[in-house]
């Protein structure tokens, strides 16, 4: 089956030896019953008593906070040292390459940034542990039609194209951002990727001018925070595949100003780790900002109890919001006119997560129309 690596080639690696072993920690562990788990269960037969679900043939066993039972005092796997790596039940051996999801038939393999990745620039493909020739190799054998079914759910994907479409445009996108990395600012990266600059330029700017931000530079010198968010943009991108083409683009400035405003007062580098998760936890911002002067595609699923805030000004401001926005008018505009001047920036943040959360992100009912391929 085609599968679709959401990372640039060779930029993540990691050391297991020089870990503090937190994917082992509570987090479970779980594989193929036939092809795995009944070997360790003959091997390690206390195993069996950790068993929490099974799926088919895919069978999923408990951890402690403390570590996993077979993990031992050095943080390194016993089975990996008693017998062999192939030995580790799957979520194990693809660890931290084992976030699978579906656009069609193909598979998207992203990093779980569980792991304490670290960024490798330049590109070291085929040297690193994150080289998509080297993973393709461990995962041709894991990713079977039944763990597939299982464990890799599909994607929710935009009206306008289809997925055969998506993976292309994605493709397009990750192999930019890999020419880009020290070379070119994320910010440019986007501009060279949007139809129409212009249009990207002065979204930008009123975004931030919505945010409460300093409106960023039409173009600045590179630096290493652009070399973190080019090789975490195309990861990031699944989530935002139900908007446009331009609107994923505008999400990812949305990201690029909360980033770089919450890392201005920081004393400590940033990692691929802490960029991921703050990016992520302003998803719902990102979504919400990034649709611009379009309209709904999916419509917003809320009930007045949902738009109460505590602050009487936050509240008027969702229902102005949510009264516009269903009768057809652009999400950009609609937030311009219904939030008050003095509003401050933490009610704006707060109110801008509240109403992406309530975005309708599900699979289209439109899905596999005419003209729609879904594979």
Known sequence: MPLYFAFPDGVYNYVCAECTALCCKGHGFGGSLEQQLRPLYVLYPQIESLVVSRAGDFVTLATTADGCVLLDADNRCRIEKEHHKSMKPTVCNTFPFNVFRRIGKTVTISPHFLCPLRLVVPAQPGDVEGSHEKLEADLRDVLTPEFVKTKAGPLALNDELGALATIEREKNFRDLCS???????????????????????????????????????????????????????????????????????????????????????????????????????????????????????????????????????????????LRDVTAGRGVMQTLEEAIPAEMPASDRSALFQKLGGLLDTGPSKNRGRKGIPSS
Do not use: C
């Not at 020419?179 to 990266?189: A, G, K, M």
């Open 179 to 321: 020419r880009s990395l020290r070379r070119q600012n994320f910010r440019d990266t986007l501009r060279e990727a949007s139809a129409d600059i212009a249009a990207f330029d002065l979204f930008a700017a009123r975004a931030a001018r919505l945010m409460r931000i300093d409106v960023p530079p039409r173009s600045k010198p590179y630096d290493e925070l652009d070399d973190l968010l080019l090789a975490i943009a195309p990861v990031h991108r699944l989530a935002l595949l139900i908007m446009s083409s331009e609107g994923i683009l505008r999400a990812l400035a949305i990201a690029e100003l909360v980033v770089r405003r919450a890392w201005s007062l920081a004393t400590l580098p940033l990692n691929l780790q802490g960029a991921m998760n703050l990016i992520a936890s302003f998803a719902a911002t990102e979504r919400l900002l990034g649709q611009s002067d379009e309209t709904l595609q999916r419509g917003i699923k809320t009930s007045k109890k949902d738009l109460t805030f505590q602050d009487p000004e936050m509240t008027f401001a969702a229902f102005i919001f």
